[in-house]
């Protein structure tokens, strides 16, 4: 991190004064509660459709075929083996599949236009997200948001949940017309930010392979929030809230 620190005298010490990181975060199940606000979607979905008259005896049956098919969509999505309006609707269908409803290509296509249209307007964050960013912020952070994502659903959560002050830029997947982990995704958004990839950049994330594991490829510190799972020794570090971030070396 050559050339990023200060160096000053007191008396006949020498001490260095460090700068805060740049630091990126991943949005959706780092900061914006993905699982808490998609159910309530789901629900409303549910109820909006009728999908109890199509045999589907309650939300949380439907809520735990479609999370079910939703997982392995996007990780089709992220290996390039699906397209975005692919995923939109295969999900939906998929998920009937689960739950032994025969599939419907017009309801699928009219639950994902629900999820679509409602999901991003919920709210619910995870715990300590204001205090935490509020806190960097005044640390002096430069900050940024690095998500895979869709641009007319990520700057729409973004905007609602009250996110957006905090930061100086969103840069998704669509945007970036690359997804995490590869390394042109963590370099355009760099170059976007105007920060040099050697500037001792964090970035943090619930994915161990999409946020950790990509961000460490470059050459960046990652840190893995990870509330309830196995803590991975290759991680630069982990956190179980996000409170822990305050306590962590973020300098430079």
Known sequence: MGGLAIVSFVGHQTRIALKPAPLFFDLDHTLWDFESNSRNALRAGFEEVGLNRLGIESPERWIEAYEAANEWCWSEFRHGRMDKETLRAERFRLAMERVGVTPSPSVAEKLGQHYIATSPHQTALIEGTHEVL??????????WLLTNGFDEVQYIKVENSGLQPYFLGVFTSDSLGVKKPHSEAFQRSAQ?????MDAGVVMIGDSWESDVEGAQNVGWRGVHFNPSGEVRPGAWRTVRTLRELLDLPLEV
Do not use: F, P, Q
Request: charged content about 35%; aromatic content about 0%; hydrophobic content about 45%.
């Open 134 to 143: 509020e806190a960097l912020l005044d640390r002096g952070h430069d900050m």
């Open 192 to 196: 976007r930010a105007g920060v040099a």
